[in-house]
């Protein structure tokens, strides 16, 4: 069930009535998890039944880890948990992938491989709750979980609607003490959660959508060489549609989850702000990065080991990074440029880190500038199906085709042109606050024509469904 | 502590050069902020406007000319797709098959009520090819030809807009039906709910706003000019098909760079091109024979019919498309029946008002007249 549909709406709406309107709170739990179970079946019900075995497998697998009184044997169980959600993604994910790149491995050496292509249908999310249901077992292990009594609030964790299929990646430790005792609404949490809605949805259909998708997808799509103007507006484009298409996503999940009376983290903190890229993974998708630093960067050493190990290992990181997104090399590549763009600023701050000059305004707005264009750059490998689109759009941004067509008609121009400086604008000025600040600062009215006017172009867009992009995570 | 835990408890310990701000392993007491401010009165206040703007803007709509109707979209045409029958009788193929029959007629004299699954600016072949690979259905199939879009390659918009329809069908999720279900009641009473001309995406696109000279924009899409029912039964609104409106001025105005091929792409040699072109057609010719071939070989029934035409537009298809390289073409490969109209003096005899279709009113005595010409040809 898409966000942005009616049926989500009349959805919300008997979800949050029957919710508040039921006192037990494990009669409330219950709803929840039937409600997440709805929610999700209504894409394709057989995938339902794959989300409770992975879950009651975790749930299971958590406990062994608990129980166990050697090191050897939680290790034992830990691995098991991390085959049993790893062997899923990679089936479901990864499998056809894999045996392409078999194929072209055995055609290397000579020897003629045709293997049947899986007709599999990819799971919506499978991602995303594969890895909240991982940081359950992962978290036992470390020792920071106890493994929770019911399977009930564990289901629940991992497959709490509003967070299910496109994040932010919640982890078991962080949601389970919510389900303790039953939340309470502070003032104006209520309505706070339907402002963060609309807020997400008008980022989704209006900006996304409306103003944004349509130039990306004609850009990525034409054949032809293009002209360095319309390769850049082009991947200026996709970037603020990856953006709000995907903090959309999250911020409405956000608010529909403070509706509940749960509170999620944030998943974004104005990512083209960034100074650096170090910085620009802090606030982009913070769940993933931060999952990655904790489950994986950490234990390979992080930094405390030799400096090229440590860089070995960010490369790594952001190596799997990429291929979390999807399964083809395009998304490798976007990872590991991420990786090297980390490693080199990594290298700039040993040498110039502490000179009064790298820290001053004009360095600091210089630097945020190359980190947004590097971070573009990146984004070609991130939305081209192939690399000769990639090719082709790097070509035409660096000078490479002077005759290159000009395909934007002047409205979309401008539509990339004032979306883009807005958002960088408003990235800007709230880079060292947040929105909850932001929005108690702001004039009274100021707040309220904001929402009536988001409200109003989510009713004039009429909301047409385009799935969010992080689904075919 | 088993010694692996601790070692790594150890690591999370240390000062970490790299993440300036590492998050707490354990945040079991995180509460988002939530902005202290008048919630009750600026909720009052939000909900006052959206109302009397939306109550404005559909009252605007309605007084230039807007009524409420169905949009078209893939899950309205799913829900016509999954109403046919093993022996039903369906209608594919463009706008012309849509707008210039009336299903009340064609029933009446086929004894079978037709299920509507033609689509505006769209190719018939993906929908055909789809019917012929459906093997429980051995009805009867009547397809329009609009040879430029009947034509048209793999990747353009009018077969784009087909294989949507037809991969929606296949892959509907519960939630894309219950949508539509909630949304139809909402567009029969909503006048401004029109997702191809009253969203913001085509409010701006109405813009008069110069393009650079040299930029190949695509050409714009006609505006509203006709209803449709929850059966898929398009009809032309008055204004549209009142002579000599500015609706329908306008609207003939876009037929024509609609209609116009557009110049071949400045990345291929032009005899490449052209090549490509032709060679598609010919794969659009041989895979139209082959569809038909293996829908008749279970019992199906299959008549093309090519619906009038008039003004420029005729003038433009005729001598872009000729009846010669294309009709005929598809009449030989495929060695079906078609009725032609210009072949018949009581189906050609229609004025359409905007050039390309018939006036809601022409659409039932077309339909009326097109009937003994259908049972001919189908051996009924």
């Not at chain 2, 609009?146 to 807009?161: E, S, T, W």
Request: aromatic share 14%; hydrophobic share 45%; with cysteine.
């Amino acid at each position: 069930m898409l966000f942005n549909s009616l049926t989500f709406v009349v959805f919300f709406a008997v979800v949050v009535t029957l919710y508040w309107g039921t006192r037990s709170w494990t009669a409330r739990k219950n709803l929840l998890v039937v409600a997440s179970y709805i929610f999700y079946g209504a894409w394709n019900p057989p995938f339902a039944a794959l989300l409770f075995s992975t879950t009651a497998m975790d749930f299971w697998l958590g406990r062994q880890i608990a129980k166990a009184r050697g090191a050897h044997s939680r290790r034992v169980w830990l691995i098991a948990s991390i085959c049993m959600n790893l062997s899923m993604l990679g089936f479901f994910k990864y499998g056809n992938f894999l045996l392409e790149n078999f194929q072209w491995l055995m055609a290397g050496i000579g020897i003629v491989y045709h293997p049947p292509h899986l007709d599999i249908l990819l799971p919506v999310g499978i991602s995303f709750y594969t890895f909240h249901s991982l940081s359950y077992t992962l978290d036992i292990y470390r020792g920071v979980l106890q493994p929770t009594k019911s399977l009930r609030d564990f289901i629940l964790a991992v497959s709490f609607f509003p967070q299910l299929v496109a994040g932010p990646i919640v982890r078991a430790g962080d949601f389970l003490p919510q389900l303790v005792r039953p939340p309470g609404l502070r003032a104006g949490q209520f309505l706070w959660g339907l402002l963060l809605m609309t807020l997400g949805l008008f980022e989704k259909i209006v900006l996304a959508d409306t103003m944004l998708s349509g130039s990306a997808d004609r850009i990525f799509s034409y054949a032809g060489p293009l002209s360095a103007l319309d390769s850049w507006l082009g991947v200026m484009a996709f970037a603020g549609q990856i953006f709000f298409d995907f903090a959309g996503y999250s911020i409405c999940a956000i608010g529909a989850a403070l509706c509940l009376g749960f509170h999620l983290k944030d998943n974004f903190r104005f990512p083209y702000a960034a100074i650096g890229f170090s910085d620009f993974w802090r606030r982009w998708h913070i769940s993933l990065s931060t999952f990655l630093r904790d489950y994986l960067y950490i234990p390979l050493g992080g930094n405390q080991v030799r400096p090229l190990r440590a860089a070995t290992n960010l490369v790594i990181v952001m190596f799997l990074g990429g291929l979390w997104h999807g399964a083809a090399w395009t998304f490798v590549v976007w990872g590991l440029l991420h990786g090297s763009y980390l490693v080199i600023e990594r290298v700039i701050r040993v040498f110039f880190g502490d000179a009064v000059w790298a820290n001053n305004r004009l360095t600091r707005l210089m630097a945020g500038i190359a980190t947004y264009g590097a971070v573009c750059i990146a984004w070609v490998f991130f939305r081209a199906s192939n690399f000769s689109i990639a090719t082709r759009m790097l070509r035409g941004m660096f000078g490479g085709h002077p005759h290159g067509d000009a395909i934007l008609s002047t409205r979309e121009i401008l539509q990339i042109g004032i979306v883009t400086a807005c958002m960088i604008l408003a990235h800007w000025s709230l880079r060292e606050s947040n929105i909850e600040t932001a929005v108690t600062r702001l004039p009274r009215w100021i707040v309220t024509t904001a929402w009536a006017l988001m409200a109003c172009s989510i009713i004039l867009t009429q909301g047409n469904s385009n799935a969010f992009i992080y689904f075919q995570f | 502590m088993p010694s692996s835990t601790s070692n790594f408890k150890r690591k999370l310990r240390l000062p970490r050069l790299f993440f300036a701000s590492p998050s707490e392993i354990v945040p079991r007491d995180y509460e988002r902020p939530i902005p202290q401010i008048p919630w009750r009165g600026i909720t009052v206040v939000v909900v006052l406007i959206v109302i009397a703007v939306a109550w404005a803007w559909e009252l605007y709509c309605r007084s230039i000319g807007y009524a409420p109707t169905l949009n078209d979209n893939e899950d309205l045409w799913t829900m016509a797709r999954r109403n046919v029958k093993p022996e039903s009788v369906v209608i594919v193929g463009d706008s012309r098959g849509w707008y210039d029959v009336d299903l009340d007629e064609l029933e009446k004299g086929l004894g079978k009520r037709p299920v509507q699954l033609s689509m505006g600016g769209s190719c018939a072949y993906p929908v055909l090819a789809d019917l012929a690979n459906d093997k429980d259905f051995h009805g009867t199939i009547i397809c329009s030809v609009v040879p430029r879009l009947f034509l048209a390659p793999p990747g353009a918009p009018p077969m784009d807009l087909s294989e949507k329809a037809v991969r929606r069908y296949h892959s509907q999720t519960p939630a894309q039906r219950v949508s539509q279900y909630l949304a139809m009641p909402l567009e029969e009473h909503v006048a401004f709910l029109k997702q191809e001309e009253l969203t913001l995406d085509d409010l701006l696109k109405r813009l008069p706003i110069p393009n650079r000279s040299y930029a190949q924009v695509p050409p714009q899409l006609p505006p509203y000019f006709g209803t449709l029912d929850r059966e898929r039964r398009a009809r032309m609104i008055e204004e549209c098909a009142r002579p000599g409106s500015e609706l329908q001025r306008r609207i003939q105005q876009i037929w024509l760079p609609l209609f116009t091929p557009p110049p071949p792409p400045t990345y291929i040699p032009i005899e490449e091109f052209i090549k490509s072109m032709d060679q598609a057609i010919e794969q659009r010719f041989h895979d139209v024979a082959t569809a038909v071939q293996k829908f008749r070989a279970r019992g199906g029934k299959i008549v093309f019919v090519r619906f009038p035409v008039a003004g420029e537009l005729k003038t433009l298809e005729d001598r872009t498309t000729p009846r010669s390289q294309t009709w005929d073409r598809i009449m030989k490969e495929t060695n079906s029946p078609g009725i032609y109209y210009e072949d018949f003096p009581e189906l050609s005899s229609f004025n359409c008002p905007e050039w390309s279709h018939l006036s809601a009113g022409d659409s039932v005595e077309f339909s009326k007249r097109l009937v003994p010409h259908l049972r001919s040809a189908l051996e009924m």
